[in-house]
Structures are given as C-alpha cells and as structure tokens.
C-alpha cells in the first residue's frame, strides 16, 4: 500500500475520533429534558449520575436519595405512557463544577383514577461537573402556588 494512502487513512481515522466530543452542561441539561419529553430511558439514563447519591424531591414532599430508587421509579414511569411533559427553562446557572436549571412544567396524564390529570409545577435540577461529563445530582419538584391579591406582593 502505498505510504500517500495509508496516511490519508490515518488522517480520516482521527478526524473520526477527535470529533467526539464529551456533552457540556447546557448539552446535558438540554438532552436531560429531551429525553422526558420523548421518553427516552436511554438517553434520559446517560445523564443522571453514575454515584449512589442523588437527591429526588416529588411535589407532595416525598424525599428520596439514592440514584437507584431514581432509576426504578422514572424506569417505571417512562414505561406508563399516556403522559405528556410540556418545560419552560425559566433560568439556568452555571460555574465550572456546578450547573442548574429552573423550569415550569406543565404536566399531564391522560388518565389517573378515571379522569384526567395536570400539574404545573418547578423542576429544579442540579447537574455536576464529573470528569469531562455533567450528571444530574438533584431533582426537585415544587407544586405552583397561584398566589393572588396582596400576598403577591413581595414583603
């Protein structure tokens, strides 16, 4: 083989592997939130931390803290169907370890207990910078409060 071609081949070659990059925090948060909304486990699983701990807060205060009863309980839910998720981004932070996202989610279940069913609600999540990659470490759910009147008003 002449040495012209197998240089050529070896320059393909690394352009192929040098242009895998790893996902940075705005990439990670955004493939996170694409990934409930098409619900998929797979690419929803690459972002959540490889770490035992991960802090899982639901709406009504229910508290876990462990990244396998996280696993087990949005495997389950990705498998129901029949739920829709509908985010706003309302503010996203970032330094160089650390990474949060605030949204306003409307979500919905066609059925539950016979009838339909919506919440809106915060999703306040905390990504951690890991080696090259960013993992979600925090996953908070804040029902919305309609605040009407003078107790609108800050004090």
């Not at 770490?51 to 498998?79: C, H, M, N, Q, V």
């Not at 169907?81 to 996203?92: A, I, Y």
């Not at 306040?124 to 009407?148: A, E, M, P």
């Amino acid at each position: 083989m002449p040495v012209k071609l197998i240089m050529f081949l070896l320059v393909i070659a690394g352009l192929n592997v040098t242009s895998v990059t790893a996902c940075d925090f705005r990439c990670t948060y955004k493939k996170h939130i694409s990934a409930i909304e098409k619900k998929d486990l797979a690419s929803f699983e690459s972002t959540i931390t490889p770490g035992d701990k991960l802090t899982f807060i639901l709406p009504d205060g229910t508290f876990f803290e462990d990244s396998a009863s996280y696993r087990k309980l949005l495997k389950g839910w990705f498998a129901e169907g029949g739920w829709s998720f509908t985010p706003e981004v309302l503010q996203v932070e970032e330094t160089s370890e650390m990474g949060t996202v605030l949204l306003k989610v409307l979500y919905h279940e066609d059925d539950r207990n016979g009838k339909p069913y919506d919440l809106e609600h915060y999703l306040y999540l905390v990504f951690k910078k890991q080696g090259d990659s960013w993992f979600l470490i925090h996953d908070q759910n804040t029902k919305v409060k309609t605040v009407t009147g003078d107790k609108a008003k800050a004090s």
